[in-house]
């Protein structure tokens, strides 16, 4: 069971990242799309980097001689419950992030739509009569 949770969480992630790159009309992204694409790639790596043991995706624990960087990883796992703290923080401030990165798309979409209306609503006033322009 603990599979398909996690086949799911997968293809959930996978089906957001393909929307956020893809766009909705398949355009240019907007910057703010762009910031929600970034917001929810440092979520996603925050997470991931709280769940292991040891960031192995960090240069610097993969630089240097055998014996200096088991040093490295060695320390790391030492230190690690101190910093595992932090590194759940910082993953819930990107979802905060990434939470207002929506709410800013959704907003920006109203705007679009409120703005189109509006050029919809006043396009017969500009192209009606003068005379009749203004009467009811």
């Keep these: 069971m603990g599979d398909v949770s996690e086949t799911e969480r997968a293809r ?36 991931r980097d709280a769940a292991q043991a040891a960031p192995w995706g960090d240069p610097s624990l993969a630089s240097g001689s055998g014996t200096r960087r088991r040093f490295k990883i060695v320390l790391h796992r030492m230190l690690r419950p101190i910093t595992r703290r932090y590194d759940r923080l910082a993953a819930e401030l990107a979802s905060v992030q990434v939470t207002l990165a929506d709410c800013v798309l959704q907003l920006e979409a109203e705007t679009n739509r409120l703005r189109e209306e509006l050029a919809r609503l006043t396009e017969p006033a500009e192209t009606a009569p003068r005379g009749r322009r203004g009467r009811s």
């Design 12 to 47: 959930e992630a996978l089906e957001r990242e393909m929307y956020w790159l893809g766009g909705e009309d398949g355009g240019a992204a907007t910057k703010a799309q762009q910031a929600r694409v970034a917001a929810d790639r440092l979520l996603q790596r925050l997470r």
